[in-house]
């Protein structure tokens, strides 16, 4: 059984970094995918950045592109989002999912929060104006 553990969140003025870390058991990383999904409050979930962790692949939405980086060390089991130049938009609670048999797909449908089988119980990153 996968499980998943993020850790990092907190609170933050805009213009400043933050940087989550997922760490996974039980989790493949030669063939396995693991997202950040975030959630607003009183919004869907949104699909923030995905890596194949054992080729290292990325994509990421447009909305964080240029200020957000997904990485991963294999021998650690983690995955880390480097999050620079936050946005109050950026405020919601961050989770990182995990597919064990990841092939390569459109991004849309990588960063979709139905493209993942286990999930973390989220972080929650405050960014004030």
């Known amino acids: 059984q996968v499980q998943l553990a993020e850790s990092g969140g907190g609170s933050v003025q805009a213009g400043g970094s933050l940087r989550l870390s997922c760490a996974a058991s039980g989790y493949t990383s030669s063939t396995g995918c693991i997202g950040w999904i975030r959630q607003a409050p009183g919004e869907d979930r949104e699909g923030v950045a995905v890596i194949k962790t054992g080729v290292g692949t990325t994509a990421a939405a447009d909305s964080v592109k240029g200020r957000f980086t997904i990485s991963r060390d294999n021998a650690k089991n983690t995955v880390y989002l480097q999050m620079n130049s936050l946005l109050p938009e950026d405020t919601g609670i961050y989770y990182c999912?995990?597919?064990?048999?990841?092939?390569?797909?459109?991004?849309?449908?990588?960063?979709?929060?139905?493209?993942?089988?286990?999930w973390g119980q989220g972080t929650q990153v405050t960014v004030s104006s």
């Open positions: 999912a995990a597919r064990t048999d990841c092939n390569w797909m459109p991004r849309l449908t990588m960063l979709s929060s139905g493209f993942y089988y286990y």
